[in-house]
Structures are given as structure tokens and as C-alpha cells.
């Protein structure tokens, strides 16, 4: 192994690629994986495959319990979870579920969009949810207990619109 490891971390999400690397997002740690206090994690972890070498590069603030999903362009779109207010990692808030957060895997850059609620039914903040990409790379589906809510998106415009199961 090349590089530093990662400290231990629950609630993560990891996103691998066509190139044999795997990205893994924030998460955050607790007694559950020997931590003293709560921690949300504000890194972004790769590891290749082909020379088994981690990197850790500063991410954007901490995450947990989101939702991730690649897109076929390298962009990876993280949705919702936990994150501490205003760092304090004593105080913790479901993300607000329209602000997209977007990680380039080919320019390593962060970048963050606002989605547009069309719903009439009000598409709640969520976290421990699933994401899925439709087969035309243009629609998600996110699956919460109850729930289910389409995104349309083209050129990084975010569309949510509900519908109940």
C-alpha cells in the first residue's frame, strides 16, 4: 500500500470508476469505530486500484448518510445526509435536499447546485437513502421509507418532482 490509510468511518458512501479508482466522501466516526467524539469527516479519499495508493484531499464541509451516484460525464452527485452546523460536530442537521453538492473526478474540483422544487407535494430534506441514475443518464431516483422522488437534471439543472408510493 502506498499513502496514508483512512481513519475508520461509518455512514460513507464509495463511488468507484471506469479507470480503477474509488472515491469516498466524508462520512463521519463515533464510539461505534473508537472514536472518543463525533466526527464529521471533510475529506475526499481515493484509492486506485492499479498501484494500491490512497490519496486524501481537503473536500468541502463534512457529510454523512448521503446519497452518491456517478454520472457517465465523471461528476459524482451527492444528496442529502447529516452535517454538523456551522462545524459544530455536537450539532448535526439533515442537508438542505436542494443544495447539490458535485465532485468532478476528472478536474478534482467541488462545486455545489441549487435544485428547483416543482413538486406541489414538498420533496423533504432525507438521509439513509438510496439514489439510483435512469438509463438515459438524466433522471434519479431516490428511495426513502414511503417515499420516492424523481430529479430531472440537464447541464447541471436540478428538477425535483414527488411522487408517494
Known sequence: MIGTAPSRRIEMKAISDNSGKIYIFGGAANFLV?????????????????DSSWSINTAVNGRAT????????????????LEPFNGNNDVVLIADISKILLFDTNSLTWSMNSARITASIPVENRQRHSAVLGHTNSNFRFTSPGRVTFSNFNKKKFIYKKFIM
Open 34 to 50: 473508537g472514536a472518543q467524539t463525533r466526527t464529521f469527516f471533510s475529506d475526499m479519499i481515493t484509492f486506485d486500484i492499479a
Open 66 to 81: 448521503y446519497s452518491a451516484t456517478l454520472l457517465s460525464n465523471g461528476i459524482i452527485v451527492y444528496v442529502g445526509g
